[in-house]
């Protein structure tokens, strides 16, 4: 059991840390390009946050769990909502004012409504694997040539920084210091220094790398623990694999509102949850064939439509998700919680 527990309290350790270098990384790598974060954080971030997702799934199909498989992605969509964005916004309102917010919110909610109608279908298999990813490759593209015909522009505050140096104000000069343009700016990491490509690649790596690995520890540790309490496999896998392969979400997203990157936390969220659906799924269905179960076609896919249809005026009208907004997801979490482990023991939600 102290085994157990070090594998929890170090994984955590690693998601934090890594988490903390694909923030930097991806926030450097978009000032030195000119690539708007967003869409950094849509992409870069976003796939290197799902990779536990794709492991988990990938190894839940092979070994003949497909109910793992889809709960993981269905459970981390909603955990990404709930969870990942309602706890970073009990730190500091997230303001989800980026230029391709509403059209990429659009993308995730058309995703998870083609996943309802899929699975009432009947098995994800090959052909809808097809599918799914043949549409992750034409947003990947269309996200592209988006920013190719709209070369993102930073901030005046940044072009003011990088064109003026720092200057410090003398001992007395404290009666009027609004002259004086300092690098002590209460944004955060939002307009990072240019580091060089090595530098970049070498925090980008150690993220994407040491997020899967931190997320892999939590999850075995926290597994372990919660069979110790007689904890069903049923809930665990639809709980607590699915808030483990989302603490790489957890991680960045917590380090970039610490930093006021609102776009990166928004980005991040959405964007994981366009890639655990086309990109998570997608290739694992290509392996192996994923039945429904009906848990998942009564309840499961519906909260997870909820989750997005609660985010949607947000990031529609370019508005913010505030601290009251987040103790709201955070209770609909709760609430999800308990009636999903009502159901594992045969009750019901209330």
Same mark, same amino acid.
């Given at each position: 059991?102290?085994?157990?527990?070090?594998?929890?309290? !170090?994984?955590?350790?690693? +998601? +934090?840390? &890594?988490?903390?270098?694909?923030?930097?990384?991806?926030?450097?790598?978009?000032?030195?390009?000119?690539?708007?974060? $967003?869409?950094?954080? +849509?992409?870069?971030?976003? /796939?290197?946050?799902?990779?536990?997702?794709?492991?988990?799934?990938?190894?839940?199909?092979?070994?003949?769990?497909?109910?793992?498989?889809?709960?993981?992605?269905?459970?981390?969509?909603?955990?990404?909502?709930?969870?990942?964005?309602?706890?970073?916004?009990?730190?500091?309102?997230?303001? &989800?004012?980026?230029?391709?917010?509403?059209?990429?919110?659009?993308?995730?909610?058309?995703?998870? @409504?083609?996943?309802? @109608?899929? &699975?009432?279908?009947?098995?994800?298999?090959?052909?809808?694997?097809?599918?799914?990813?043949?549409? $992750?490759?034409?947003? +990947?593209?269309?996200?592209?040539?988006?920013?190719?015909?709209?070369?993102?522009?930073?901030?005046?505050?940044?072009?003011?920084?990088?064109?003026?140096?720092?200057?410090?104000?003398?001992?007395?000069?404290?009666?009027?210091?609004?002259? /004086?343009?300092?690098?002590?700016?209460?944004?955060?990491?939002?307009?990072?220094?240019?580091?060089?490509?090595?530098?970049?690649?070498?925090?980008?790596?150690?993220?994407?790398?040491?997020?899967?690995?931190?997320?892999?520890?939590? =999850?075995?540790?926290?597994?372990?623990?919660?069979?110790?309490?007689? =904890?069903?496999?049923?809930?665990?896998?639809?709980?607590?694999?699915?808030?483990?392969?989302?603490?790489?979400?957890?991680?960045?997203?917590?380090?970039?509102?610490?930093?006021?990157?609102?776009?990166?936390? =928004?980005?991040?969220?959405? !964007?994981?949850?366009?890639?655990?659906?086309?990109?998570?799924?997608?290739?694992?269905?290509?392996?192996?064939?994923?039945?429904?179960?009906?848990?998942?076609?009564?309840?499961?896919?519906?909260?997870?439509?909820?989750?997005?249809?609660?985010?949607?005026?947000?990031?529609?009208?370019?508005?913010? @998700?505030?601290?009251?907004?987040?103790?709201?997801?955070? &209770?609909?979490?709760?609430?999800?919680?308990?009636?999903?482990?009502?159901?594992?023991?045969?009750?019901?939600?209330?």
């Amino acid at each position: 059991m102290i085994e157990m527990y070090a594998y929890l309290i !170090g994984g955590l350790v690693i +998601l +934090l840390v &890594c988490g903390d270098f694909l923030v930097r990384g991806a926030t450097a790598l978009a000032a030195r390009y000119g690539v708007s974060p $967003l869409l950094i954080a +849509l992409t870069i971030v976003a /796939f290197g946050t799902s990779a536990p997702e794709l492991l988990v799934s990938i190894r839940a199909a092979l070994a003949g769990s497909p109910g793992i498989a889809l709960g993981n992605v269905v459970g981390s969509n909603i955990a990404n909502i709930f969870l990942i964005l309602g706890l970073p916004a009990l730190i500091y309102p997230i303001a &989800c004012t980026g230029r391709t917010v509403p059209h990429n919110m659009i993308v995730m909610m058309a995703a998870s @409504v083609l996943l309802i @109608v899929l &699975c009432f279908v009947g098995t994800l298999s090959f052909w809808q694997g097809v599918l799914l990813i043949s549409l $992750l490759t034409a947003y +990947l593209v269309y996200s592209g040539w988006d920013a190719r015909m709209h070369p993102y522009d930073p901030p005046p505050l940044a072009a003011e920084e990088e064109a003026i140096p720092a200057v410090e104000a003398p001992a007395d000069a404290f009666s009027d210091t609004s002259h /004086f343009i300092t690098h002590d700016l209460p944004h955060g990491d939002i307009h990072p220094p240019h580091l060089s490509r090595l530098a970049i690649a070498a925090k980008l790596l150690v993220g994407i790398v040491g997020l899967p690995i931190g997320a892999h520890l939590v =999850v075995d540790g926290g597994t372990e623990i919660a069979q110790a309490f007689g =904890v069903s496999d049923a809930v665990i896998g639809l709980s607590l694999i699915a808030v483990g392969t989302s603490l790489p979400e957890l991680a960045t997203s917590v380090m970039a509102v610490f930093r006021r990157n609102n776009d990166m936390v =928004v980005g991040n969220i959405i !964007g994981s949850n366009i890639m655990n659906i086309l990109a998570i799924l997608g290739v694992t269905a290509l392996i192996a064939p994923l039945p429904i179960d009906p848990d998942f076609l009564r309840f499961h896919l519906w909260v997870m439509l909820a989750a997005v249809v609660m985010l949607l005026p947000m990031t529609m009208t370019r508005g913010k @998700v505030g601290r009251l907004t987040g103790v709201v997801f955070l &209770c609909a979490y709760g609430a999800y919680l308990y009636a999903m482990f009502a159901m594992s023991q045969g009750g019901t939600f209330i």
